[in-house]
Structure formats: structure tokens, C-alpha cells
């Protein structure tokens, strides 16, 4: 059965695992490079998500399919210029062989109501360019593009990823 936990400490190996995975998705789409230098959680991501599953600022969600770790969500809290809270999903990823089953939902609803509970006025998350699925995913929950990011490289072609091999890992649960 599907559900989403908060993430502890000893899920963090884990969530950083699928952290690498993540990036390492993304980093060749369209928009993947900056991205993944930008606003992707770098990797390795052992230090940043200790630190985010510690701090009660922050909500770290564990994705699962009968208590197996598959997926992972960060969101938090920004204040805006006008004093009120924008919520932030920051990182969300499930498992491609796992995705379509639920998970990803349960973990946005969470999301959701983790922000609303603090009065947020709304929530962004980011979709890239090209990944439709991901933006469609999120128009299933009311999500509607506020903005658009253009962008200009002038690396021809553009430099590589630079995501550390070493951080993609096998599989050890």
C-alpha cells in the first residue's frame, strides 16, 4: 500500500540516494544543466537533508509501497514582501518503476495541508521545460504556471553536469 511518512534520520541515506537519481533524471532534459546547479539540492545530499529532516521549518516526507522508501518531498515556508507564506516544494521524486501508483499524490496532498496548516496563500513547485509529466502531475492539483524562466547558454555546447558519479549509488535496502 502506498503512503508518505515523515522522513527521519535514518531514512536520510536513503532519501539522499534517490536524491542522486533525481538529478541525474533531470540533468539532460531541457533546462536540466542550470537547474541542476541552481535550484536542484546538490549532490551529495547526506549533510542537506539531515539538516532538512532536523528542522521543524522544514516538512520531509518519506514516499512508500508497503514501508519501502521510493520517493521523497521537501517543501517549506518563504515569506513574501507583503508579510504573508509562499510554500515551496523544493524536491519531489518517486522511482520511475514506482510512479502512477499513488505515491507522488499522497505526498503532495501532505504538502498541501503542511502548508495550509501555517496559512500559506499558495505553493509553487518547479517543472522543467519538456517534462510534461511532471507538469501535469502537478495541473491534477490545481497547480497553474505563474512564470516563465527563459534562458540563453553561452557554453557551445554546454558544460557538463557536474554531478559526481560517485553520487548515483546502488541500491542497498
Known sequence: MEGARPATAEDVARLAELTAHAVAEQVDGRGGRVWSQREAR??????????AVSDPARLVLAGTIDGTVIGYL???T???ADGTLLGVV????VEPGARGVGVGEVMV???ISWCTERGCVGIDALALPG???TKNFFETFGFKARALVVHRSLVDPPAPPRVPPSAVVADIG
Open 74 to 76: 521537501v517543501a517549506r
Open 42 to 51: 546538490g549532490v551529495p545530499a547526506h549533510a542537506s537533508l539531515g539538516a
Open 109 to 111: 496532498e501532505e504538502a
Open 90 to 93: 523544493t524536491d519531489i521524486f
Open 131 to 133: 517534462n510534461r509529466e
Open 78 to 80: 518563504e515569506p513574501l
